[in-house]
């Protein structure tokens, strides 16, 4: 059930639990590794390849606040040398929210190389209508949050990039489809 800024409420899945001790050390490492790669990104430049899960369901769209940037971003990671992007995508989805997907359900919805950060990023974006909105759980270590949102106020949020641009190319669609 959403709440107000389409959060999830406190007793969901979402929010069940209170990080404890170990989960703040692995927030802290987290951030400091980031930290870490930012700076090897700046000096090598390296190529990296992403791939990410927009989950919808009933218009509204699940984001996720991971510990160690500022901006709301998807579910997803990076795709390891021996998996698909699809792959990469159901087991990031998996792994950080609970979701299980199938392959075949994913739509690309976004594919780019772009700047980002100090490294070559290959980012692909899936997208995945779910009939009924699942049960989501987080680890509190890389990601600390994860709620619904509607796509009006989630283009009120600080959010990674390219959700940005799929949230605003499904509006337009949406509004020529009613027009």
Known sequence: MAGSMGEAHAGSAAEAGRPNLVDL???TAYRVAYKLMRTYWSVRKPATHGALVVLWN?????????????????????????ETSRE??????????????RPEELEKVYDEIKEWEGKRDHVEIFSLE????????IDHRE??????FSPEQALGLN?????RLIIENRLRAAARGSA
């Open 159 to 163: 959010l990674f990039p390219p959700i």
């Open 143 to 148: 990601v600390v949050h994860a709620g619904w």
């Open 58 to 82: 009933q218009g509204d769209l699940l984001l996720v606040q991971n510990s160690y940037v500022p901006y709301r971003s998807l579910p997803g990671g990076y795709v390891a040398r021996t």
């Open 130 to 137: 779910l009939s009924g909105r699942p049960t989501v759980h």
């Open 25 to 27: 050390a692995f927030q």
């Open 88 to 101: 990469a995508a159901i087991r990031e989805l998996r792994e950080e929210v609970g979701v299980t997907a």
